[in-house]
């Protein structure tokens, strides 16, 4: 069966410093990925989404990127955090055209 | 008009009552419709997903699509108070990007 891990579950980052988030995908192949960012109190906020090594399509560029090294590998990166980056980070994977997304347990950022 | 609107509530019922959650959107392309539900402070897991119009039930669970209406809804029969969380509505966009939308999520309340 597919999972899904993302990590770290939480962090706290002082402004300005960098940031590396990972998420993997087991038992799938192909999968579309896709990084989201959900602030306190809101909904889920989409940053970018792949549906291949290398095709990287983004939502809200920002000070934020993302880079998919290998076909079930998603990483999320800031060079300079900022306070407004603090939020609950979700990976999701899904397979197919019409499937659904399947979630992370995510990763909580504070910037401080 | 933002893609995905749900109301943020909360909705109030009392144990036993249906709940009854409303979701519409923009993109009048889509194709494919999926529930979630969000306890607070963990990710969202997927209850539904529903890809032509009429009904769909699973359980306690009844999801409802109206494309011509651009309409799309939750049921929850003899809801418990297990089920006070937040439900969020995505639809995955069209043109084949896999982009994948949600609403702001619409807070449940079940009054014991």
């Known amino acids: 069966s597919q999972t899904i891990h993302q990590w770290p579950a939480t962090l706290v980052q002082p402004v300005g410093s960098p940031l590396s988030l990972e998420c993997t995908v087991e038992?799938?192949?192909?999968?579309?990925l896709y990084w989201y960012r959900q602030a306190a109190g809101r909904g889920l906020q989409l940053l970018f989404y792949s549906v291949g090594i290398g095709q990287i399509s983004s939502e809200v560029p920002q000070n934020l990127s993302a880079s998919r090294p290998q076909d079930r590998q998603f990483i999320l990166s800031s060079k300079k955090l900022l306070l407004s980056d603090s939020g609950f980070y979700l990976c999701a994977w899904s397979v197919g055209i019409d499937s659904p997304l399947h979630f992370g347990n995510g990763t909580r950022l504070t910037v401080t | 008009q933002k893609e995905v609107e749900q109301n943020s509530g909360p909705l109030s019922v009392p144990e036993g009552a249906i709940a009854s959650l409303n979701c519409t959107y923009s993109d009048r392309g889509s194709q494919s419709f999926f529930w979630y539900r969000q306890y607070s402070g963990k990710s969202p897991e997927l209850i539904m997903f529903?890809?032509?119009?009429g009904d769909k039930e699973d359980g306690r669970f009844t999801a409802q699509l109206n494309k011509a209406s651009q309409y799309v809804s939750l049921l929850i029969r003899d809801s418990q108070p297990s089920d006070s969380a937040t439900y969020l509505c995505a639809v995955k966009n069209s043109g084949g990007y896999q982009k994948v939308t949600f609403g702001i999520g619409t807070k449940l309340q079940v009054i014991p």
């Open positions: 038992g799938t192949s192909n999968p579309n």
């Open positions: 529903i890809y032509s119009n």
